[in-house]
């Protein structure tokens, strides 16, 4: 009864070592000389940052080798469940050529990765490909026993392994050698596959350090998405109670003496009605204004790119917009790039002195990016008190950055990215 449980266990296990050596055989021949390719890259253009031209290609050629990094780390969750973290810190695409290469130079993580390159060449390709050797040379030695040794041995002698093979019986010897070593590939060739993977942790995932500033950044922002929410409750019932509120109950008063007033004073009681009924409008009106500052109407129905082009045309200034959106991302991001980017268009027109707006919307890979040129004095900043202030806070909730490029006597692009995938 026990019979068709064993031979499934033991298909299911070939299956396991067969798949393991071979994707230890693809690590070792399609990827890992990569990492040779993309190390020489790193190292020359390093090289050059000084002399200028580095600046130009060293971003780019730190992307691949963290392209690079993410894969393996991807395969060895995918393969062997090995998680291997990362922490990686955010560059504005703001920020000027010199700044964004010094800080991908001075992020731990990245380094960590170029680091990674030389031991992923030679430790790691011995540990890749180890498994398929494991499993594949016992077959040489059976076939050393099946009579190869007579046709490829010089000087009579042909070595397998240990084992010289000088004849028949020490050829048996070696196809015994082989089988010795099935066995062990039986047993440990997907543990040699755990092992490339956890010699890659070792060196490529972040430490408790940078984990420990990730958690910090993280409850930071959370803190601020709490207090932010909080502040807004408090904003929407102030306004209700202020405004409409105010206005529903001076309606309702009015109602009350118009009833008494209808039969003795009909001309009053008119009076009155029209009183009422502009209350009524009034109060539907700070309604409607309430519910789009909680979220716009066609922010939900049309999606982020109609709603920030309805935004601009609200605005007292002319704007222009450029949409290239090939989706939608989740009503909390739109939620949160909609009014980060009203946020920041009002401070242009309060504060910047400009004529004229720019607003650009566009879905890179995983990034959404947005950015608001004016034509204004310049001299805008991220600091305490500022609106741009919240609009960081705002889009560090969902790990998005802000970068600010403000000269005196302008103009003025605020660059805001916030990961995320179109729908």
Known sequence: MNTEPKSGRARARTREVLLAAVQGLALAVAVLPLSVLFLVLALVSVAFVPLGVG?????????????????????????????????????????????????????????????????????????????????????????????????????GTYWYGFVPVTGQPSAFGAAATGAVLLVAAYRLTPRLLTVHFRLTRAVLGAGQKELAERVRVLTETRRDAVDTSAAELRRIERDLHDGAQARLVAMGMDLGTIEMLL????????????QARRNSVEALEELRDLVRGIHPPVLAERGLGDAVRALALRLPLPSEVSVELSGRADAPVESAAYFAVSEVLTNAVKHSGADRLWVDLHHAGTTLRITVTDNGRGGAAIGAGSGLAGVERRLGTFDGVLAVSSPAGGPTLVTMEIPCVLS
């Open 263 to 274: 039969d003795r004073d009909p001309a009053q009681a008119r009076q009155l009605l029209s």
């Open 55 to 155: 600046i130009v290609t060293t971003p780019p050629v730190l992307a691949a080798v963290r392209a690079l990094a993410d894969k393996r780390r991807e395969l060895a969750a995918e393969w062997c469940g090995i998680r291997i973290p990362s922490a990686y810190r955010p560059v504005p695409a703001g920020a000027n050529p010199w700044t964004r290469t010094l800080a991908l130079l001075r992020d731990p993580q990245v380094r960590r990765d170029v680091l990674w390159l030389p031991v992923d060449m030679t430790a790691g390709f011995v540990t890749a490909l180890l498994p398929a050797v494991l499993l594949f040379y016992p077959f040489e030695g059976f076939a050393v026993a099946a009579g190869l040794w007579r046709v490829v041995a010089k000087d």
